[in-house]
């Protein structure tokens, strides 16, 4: 049986061994210093919420929730709420992991009076897209992000999503 739930800080090792696993297929991707920059962002996990997915004790999924207005450096509405580093082990994929944490995230996003759910991917990411436009997330261009921006180097462009709670 799958359970998500909160990380505990015994787990912080395993979740950032899970995401270099999750996201190593990106590498050939991007430009060295891009990724390398990419994955110490995504495995710095002194903010938001970090969330596990459990298999029988195992760790095979994680994510990252940050409730809304607590995301400064990307200046989305502060009504918004935002996740990140959806990553599902290489060996787990297809067993409806990812899908799980968004839908945590989701109703996180929901329990705390956000507006919006929004979350930051790439074109070459489409498994991720894919899961993100059957939970209802639409491209929200005019918060897309550059790779230049947000850390110094690279042209890659982070698209935006989102997922409007309001109804």
């Given at each position: 049986?799958?359970?998500?739930?909160?990380?505990?800080?015994?787990?912080?090792?395993?979740?950032?061994?899970?995401?270099?696993?999750?996201?190593?297929?990106y590498?050939?991707?991007?430009?060295?210093?891009?990724?390398?920059?990419?994955?110490a962002?995504?495995?710095?996990?002194?903010?938001?919420?970090?969330?596990?997915?459990?298999?029988?004790g195992?760790?095979?999924?994680?994510?990252?929730?940050?409730?809304?207005?607590?995301?400064?450096?990307?200046?989305?509405?502060?009504?918004?709420?935002?996740?990140?580093?959806?990553?599902?082990?290489?060996?787990?994929?297809?067993?409806?992991?990812?899908?799980?944490?968004?839908?945590?995230?989701?109703?996180?996003?929901?329990?705390?009076?956000?507006?919006?759910?929004?979350?930051?991917?790439?074109?070459?990411?489409?498994?991720?897209?894919?899961?993100?436009?059957?939970?209802?997330?639409?491209?929200?261009?005019?918060?897309?992000?550059?790779?230049a921006?947000?850390?110094?180097?690279?042209?890659?462009?982070?698209?935006?999503?989102?997922?409007?709670?309001?109804?």
């Amino acid at each position: 049986m799958m359970k998500v739930r909160d990380a505990r800080s015994d787990e912080l090792a395993g979740i950032r061994a899970l995401l270099q696993a999750a996201y190593r297929q990106y590498a050939a991707d991007m430009p060295t210093e891009l990724f390398r920059r990419y994955l110490a962002d995504l495995t710095e996990l002194n903010r938001g919420t970090s969330l596990v997915a459990s298999h029988n004790g195992t760790l095979v999924g994680t994510a990252r929730f940050y409730p809304a207005g607590s995301v400064d450096e990307l200046s989305l509405p502060a009504d918004w709420a935002w996740c990140r580093a959806v990553a599902v082990h290489p060996e787990q994929r297809r067993a409806g992991i990812g899908h799980a944490l968004l839908t945590d995230c989701i109703r996180r996003a929901r329990e705390t009076g956000a507006a919006a759910l929004s979350l930051h991917t790439t074109s070459f990411m489409a498994d991720g897209i894919r899961m993100y436009q059957q939970l209802g997330f639409e491209r929200a261009p005019d918060w897309d992000i550059t790779a230049a921006e947000h850390y110094g180097v690279g042209d890659f462009v982070a698209l935006a999503y989102r997922l409007d709670l309001a109804a």
